[in-house]
């Protein structure tokens, strides 16, 4: 998992723009941003398992009706779904750790969207769906930043952004 932090730490802690003073100026809390990932991993997870059912389903009937060289191309299916899979389990795991305020979680989440990114990209140019590829890359790209810019309570909330007024000084009881 180090090797993976290691490949991509650009990400992690990137360079490229400042997570501290984005353009976009909202406080995110972390704990809620780990809890939206964590549902929402889960949900593609499942949808994954779905899938990979489907596609052997699919993969068979194909094969029993007299499809050659059906089985090579499900199986690629299969493993890339699989890979998928892999990425979805950890964002659900990453965003749990981050609603447990455990700081690591957000770059497990960060280290499986660039993975599930990756794969996507991969299985669509075999299906030539360059559509599948730019939605993917805005979706990703807008998880990652809101992950990104979230905060923990005990980091600095984001330079610039507006901070909601204190709550008014609590009066004595009248008696």
């Known amino acids: 998992m180090e090797a993976l932090y290691r490949a991509f730490d650009f990400l992690i802690h990137p360079t490229f723009w400042d997570p501290n003073n984005p353009p976009m100026k909202v406080n995110v809390n972390a704990k809620t941003v780990g ?3 964590a549902i929402l991993g ?3 997870a499942l949808f994954a398992l779905f899938a990979i059912l489907g596609l052997l389903a699919l993969g068979g009937v194909a094969t029993a009706v007299g499809g050659t060289g059906v089985g090579g191309l499900v199986m690629v299916g299969v493993i890339f779904i699989i890979l998928a899979l892999i990425t979805d389990l950890m964002w659900t795991y990453g965003g ?3 609603y447990q305020e455990k700081p690591e979680g957000r ?3 960060v280290v499986s969207l660039a993975l599930s ?4 990209v991969v299985g669509d140019l075999f299906s030539t769906n360059i559509g599948g590829i730019i939605i993917s890359l805005i979706i990703n790209g807008a998880i990652y930043y809101f992950v990104m810019i979230s905060r923990f309570p005990n980091e600095a909330p984001v330079a610039g952004a507006v901070m909601p007024p204190p709550p008014p000084p609590a ?3 009248t008696v």
Do not use: H, R
Not at 117 to 120: A, G, L, R, V
């Open 35 to 37: 809890l939206v990932s």
């Open 42 to 44: 889960a949900l593609f």
């Open 96 to 98: 749990w750790q981050m």
């Open 107 to 109: 770059s497990m989440v």
């Open 117 to 120: 990114f990756i794969f996507s």
């Open 171 to 173: 009066t004595p009881p």
